[in-house]
T-cell receptor, first 114, second 115 residues
Framework: NAGVTQTPKFQVLKTGQSMTLQCAQDMNHEYMSWYRQDPGMGLRLIHYSVGAGITDQGEVPNGYNVSRSTTEDFPLRLLSAAPSQTSVYFC?????????????FGEGSWLTVV | KNQVEQSPQSLIILEGKNCTLQCNYTVSPFSNLRWYKQDTGRGPVSLTIMTFSENTKSNGRYTATLDADTKQSSLHITASQLSDSASYICVVSGGDTGTASKLTFGTGTRLQVTL
């Protein structure tokens, strides 16, 4: 059981470049989300999805785009990378988006924008 | 503003000793409180989930307590092991956006267990 799989693990981008962080889960979860984790701060929600074809913005959505064409996949796109987007990104999934369900996190993607 | 504050920021203990980590929150309305363990370079892993009506929940050597009246939670680790070295994150779920619960994350307590 792979759980939540993120790729790549590490990436260095130049300012202005675009890229996609991949996230896939094999638990048939409806809810998927992307967080960023910065030093001295709690995880912050970027975007989330409650099912295929449905996405919504979180706390810090600017500069990021998502889509959810299948239940399994939830890619995060950086449109034009900026140094402020240097961070660790975590994809997460749960059965649905509501209370009481265990949230499973991927192993993280370390992104550096130079 | 919803906030989750954890203390201490970091802690060093000897292997075999017990320790307690604290979490205070101002999230309202309150749905549940979760504790996660995050090893260095890894994603967070769930330890416990507690709802309003639960005071205590255990997961092996980890015991979480919740006082919803004072909005405080603690995570007690018994007979610590080197593998307990990690960050421990308190997460409070409060209300929802209409489609999903809103989670507020603490900044974590970094625990180091030494010989």
């Amino acid at each position: 059981n792979a759980g939540v799989t993120q790729t790549p693990k590490f990436q260095v981008l130049k300012t202005g470049q675009s890229m996609t962080l991949q996230c896939a889960q094999d638990m048939n979860h409806e809810y998927m989300s992307w967080y960023r984790q910065d030093p001295g701060m709690g995880l912050r929600l970027i975007h989330y999805s409650v099912g295929a074809g449905i996405t919504d913005q979180g706390e810090v959505p600017n500069g990021y785009n998502v889509s959810r064409s299948t239940t399994e996949d939830f890619p995060l796109r950086l449109l034009s990378a900026a140094p402020s987007q240097t961070s660790v990104y975590f994809c997460a999934s749960s059965k649905d988006g509501f209370s009481g369900n265990t949230i499973y996190f991927g192993e993280g993607s370390w992104l550096t924008v130079v | 503003k919803n906030q989750v504050e954890q203390s201490p920021q970091s802690l060093i203990i000897l292997e075999g000793k017990n320790c307690t980590l604290q979490c205070n929150y101002t999230v309202s309305p309150f749905s549940n409180l979760r504790w996660y363990k995050q090893d260095t370079g890894r994603g967070p892993v769930s330890l416990t989930i507690m709802t309003f009506s639960e005071n205590t929940k255990s997961n092996g050597r980890y015991t979480a307590t919740l006082d919803a009246d004072t909005k405080q939670s603690s995570l007690h680790i018994t007979a610590s092991q080197l593998s307990d070295s990690a960050s421990y994150i308190c997460v409070v779920s409060g209300g929802d956006t209409g489609t999903a619960s809103k989670l507020t994350f603490g900044t974590g307590t970094r625990l180091q267990v030494t010989l």
